[in-house]
């Protein structure tokens, strides 16, 4: 379905009509994005088509309490990312994390940034991707999620706070926790690389 | 460690660089599975009326409880004073006594 020719107002109206083929326009005109949030916030062990459909059932449940207060993917976006948090909380904790974790290109990575000043070679940015998500997921899901999207997705304070429901204060404050962690973190694993 | 936030911002900026799968394609039959358990199981109007059937016919069914209990407790004082009575009724005595 071309993007110009959505007539989304008029969609959401058929929706809560109970219109099954509006429905299905509505989910196969807000996958990408759904898709892509669940992608970058993907907890360990679920499937992102699970999770995907999870996400579309909440934004059909809670159908009638979206006002047009604000835009209706942001609201989407919205309940992605907190269905997100919420899967993550549900995890139990990883065990302690050990160099042994680590793929040897991660581990590669991990060395240069750790012990040089010298940028990571091209031909690893796909192992930093993964030992930064592997750091993240190291810290609660509210600090993972604020560092994920302050420095990996680059998203202003006020993007965030309208992402998540939390005020730019709260923001700020945990991303500033979320680093405190993160530094005692790289403290221990170049600890114990020395050892 | 003094310099973390640089070696954290050396590595976050390798890794935005990294190639990401683009692929939004959906899954055969998603939006249709998505829509008809959305729309299909969602009947908040049906499930309201029967939740409040059941709940009306709980009451009902204690009401009618109460009262074939109550019933009952009256009809087994009524039968046992009639009972008491005929206790007290001794047909052979009542003979006897009739032709001494």
């Given at each position: 379905?071309a993007e ?7 969609c959401l109206?058929?929706?809560?009509q ?8 509505l989910?196969e ?15 360990r062990?679920?499937?992102?088509e699970?999770?995907a ?6 934004m059909?449940?809670?159908l ?5 207060a604000?835009?209706f993917?942001h ?9 997100c ?7 139990k ?15 590669e990575?991990?060395?240069?940034v750790?012990?040089s ?6 031909n ?27 420095d990996?997705e680059?998203?202003s ?17 945990r ?5 405190g ?15 | ?20 799968a ?23 109007g ?18 009618l ?28 005595s009542?003979t006897?006594g009739?032709?001494?």
């Amino acid at each position: 379905m071309a993007e110009e020719t959505f007539d989304l107002a008029a969609c959401l109206e058929r929706v809560r009509q109970r219109d099954q083929l509006a429905a299905r326009q509505l989910v196969e005109h807000l996958y990408p994005l759904v898709i892509r949030i669940v992608r970058s916030h993907l907890p360990r062990r679920v499937a992102e088509e699970d999770l995907a459909q999870e996400i579309f059932l909440k934004m059909f449940t809670r159908l009638d309490q979206y006002k047009g207060a604000v835009a209706f993917t942001h609201w989407v976006s919205r309940i992605a990312v907190t269905t997100c948090i919420d899967q993550l909380r549900a995890q139990k904790r990883r065990p302690e994390f050990r160099w042994a974790d680590l793929s040897e290109k991660e581990a590669e990575v991990l060395d240069t940034v750790l012990t040089s000043e010298g940028e990571v070679a091209v031909n690893d940015h796909l192992a930093a991707r993964e030992l930064v998500y592997k750091l993240l997921g190291e810290l609660k899901p509210d600090d993972r999620l604020v560092l994920q999207l302050l420095d990996l997705e680059q998203h202003s304070v006020a993007e965030i706070s309208q992402m998540t429901g939390w005020n730019p204060s709260l923001v700020k404050v945990r991303a500033f926790r979320a680093r405190g962690k993160l530094k005692k973190l790289f403290e221990e694993l170049q600890r114990k690389e020395r050892s | 460690m003094k310099d973390f936030e640089a070696k954290w911002q050396r590595l976050v900026t390798a890794a935005r660089q990294a190639p990401v799968a683009d692929d939004v394609e959906m899954p055969f039959g998603f939006a249709t599975r998505v829509a008809a358990r959305a729309l299909g199981t969602a009947r908040p109007g049906l499930l309201a009326v029967l939740g409040r059937f059941s709940v009306r016919a709980l009451w009902l069914a204690c009401l009618l409880t109460l009262a074939s209990v109550a019933v009952n407790y009256l009809g087994a004082a009524w039968s046992g004073t009639d009972e008491a009575d005929q206790s007290y009724f001794d047909p052979i005595s009542e003979t006897l006594g009739g032709e001494s």
